[in-house]
């Protein structure tokens, strides 16, 4: 039942700390407060809905379980089911207009505003979202001047409303909406389940790229479940350069929403000034981020890297962005037995997903499939970090498993959404 405010939250905030940063990185404005009462706005209906209960049906979109069924006709980053093979579709929803919040405030892409339980700025605050970069579904727009808008809550370690990457509808200023017609030349996703970056240009799927988003912890000394990126749409906003937390470096960041950003795998220095991933590149396709999404340095086949992104991308391009919730439930397909692999038959450690492969670009390949990869001499070979082949039919039903229907992918975080929830039901 928690699952229907679905949310997220990020952690980028204490990764790049304050002192490592400067300032500018690391703040977010101060909250904005604001405007008119209506008092015939209708509440919005927060309690859950039952399990199913998707207008969809089987399927996963980003707004699953939201109390509010696509409007005939809504075909947006909030209806779209998930299925990255729909490339045309794919396609569609990232060239829509994205409404974002601007409420007017200087240096407004780290700020961030409240959603409301009632068109009335007294009411409960039940959401947080990022101004400039964070797309919102509007769902009802009233005449007292305020409209009802869904979007999971941004709410980051300092934020006072603890939703916890929950999916969140309440109301909010209509003058603070503004539509935003993104880059035509580029799209990306990022799914939280497969732990991937797709690139989208012209219509067409052009590359996909191992990456990392944020995993619920305990540091140590206290559990970070802002840690956990938030889903939903967005544009990436400023180029900020490099990133310092600790000894880890974060090349070519690019913010996205508030404190969190989309960067290279983080590197240390090694004594000769050197750059060493060897502590945190291994990690790629999983969890480990406190937030922000780390993604692969190595060239894809197709030439795509984080530095690609970056080249690729001038400050201010509007190129949007969705982040696909790994809703439980969700599930990885097995690829068919046919798909191509291809290896180096002299003493090759690898598969590889296509004939040619940064990671051995004057190596001539043999092809073998995807059925064959746990007889000899194929069992041993390692899923190749360049081109990001599909993993093995073991790993995925790992992964299958854990986020089987009924089950908890991440019971650490469903404990600490809880304090939410009393929160709602406490005022
Ligand atoms: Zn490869």
């Known amino acids: 039942m928690i699952r229907r405010i679905a949310a997220l939250l990020s952690a980028a905030l204490l990764l790049f700390s304050a002192a490592a940063l400067g300032e500018e990185d690391v703040e977010i404005e101060e909250i904005v407060e604001n405007v008119l009462l209506d008092d015939e706005g209708q509440?919005?209906?927060?309690?859950p809905e039952p399990e199913g209960s998707s207008a969809s049906g089987g399927e996963f979109i980003p707004s699953r379980g939201s109390s509010y069924a696509p409007r005939p006709g809504e075909n947006n980053y909030w209806t779209l089911p998930m299925d990255i093979t729909d490339e045309a579709a794919v396609w569609e929803m990232l060239m829509q207009p994205i409404t974002v919040v601007d409420t007017g405030k200087k240096n407004s892409e780290k700020a961030q505003t409240y959603l409301y339980r009632e068109p009335d700025e007294n009411s409960l605050k039940i959401?947080?979202?990022?101004?400039?970069?964070?797309?919102?579904?509007?769902?009802?727009?009233?005449?007292?001047?305020?409209?009802l808008v869904e979007c999971y809550s941004s709410s980051f370690h300092d934020t006072k409303v603890e939703a916890w990457n929950l999916l969140v509808s309440g109301y909010i200023p209509t003058d603070y909406l503004k539509q935003v017609e993104p880059n035509p030349e580029m799209g990306i996703v990022v799914d939280k389940l497969t732990q991937r970056l797709y690139i989208f240009q012209e219509g067409k799927l052009l590359t996909s790229l191992l990456c990392s988003t944020g995993l619920t912890m305990w540091n140590g000394s206290k559990y970070q479940p802002y840690n956990e990126t938030r889903s939903g749409e967005f544009l990436l906003m400023s180029k900020v350069g490099t990133l310092i937390s600790d000894r880890l470096y974060c090349d070519m960041a690019i913010r996205f929403n508030s404190g969190d950003m989309m960067h290279e795998v983080p590197h240390v220095k090694n004594a000769d000034g050197t750059k060493n991933y060897s502590s945190t590149e291994f990690k790629l396709g999983t969890k480990c981020s406190h937030g922000c999404i780390r993604v692969q340095r190595n060239k894809t086949p197709e030439g795509v890297n984080m530095s690609w992104i970056w080249n690729q991308l001038k400050s201010g391009s509007r190129v949007k962005f969705v982040i696909w919730e790994?809703?439980?439930?969700?599930q990885i397909n097995i690829p068919d037995a046919d798909t191509p692999l291809y290896y180096n038959p002299d003493k090759g450690q690898y598969y590889h997903r296509s004939s040619f492969c940064y990671m051995a670009k004057a190596v001539t390949f043999q092809p073998f499939s995807y059925g064959e990869l746990e007889q000899e001499p194929f069992s041993k070979l390692k899923n190749c970090p360049y081109c990001t082949p599909p993993q093995r039919e073991a790993e995925i039903q790992a992964v299958n498993e854990a986020y089987a229907e009924g089950?908890?992918?991440?019971?650490?975080?469903?404990?600490?959404?809880q304090g939410y929830y009393e929160y709602l039901q406490n005022n």
């Open 127 to 147: 959401g947080v979202v990022t101004c400039e970069s964070q797309g919102v579904r509007v769902l009802e727009t009233l005449d007292s001047g305020w409209s």
């Open 407 to 417: 089950g908890d992918h991440d019971e650490l975080l469903t404990s600490l959404r």
């Open 43 to 47: 509440e919005i209906p927060l309690t």
């Open 326 to 330: 790994d809703w439980q439930g969700r």
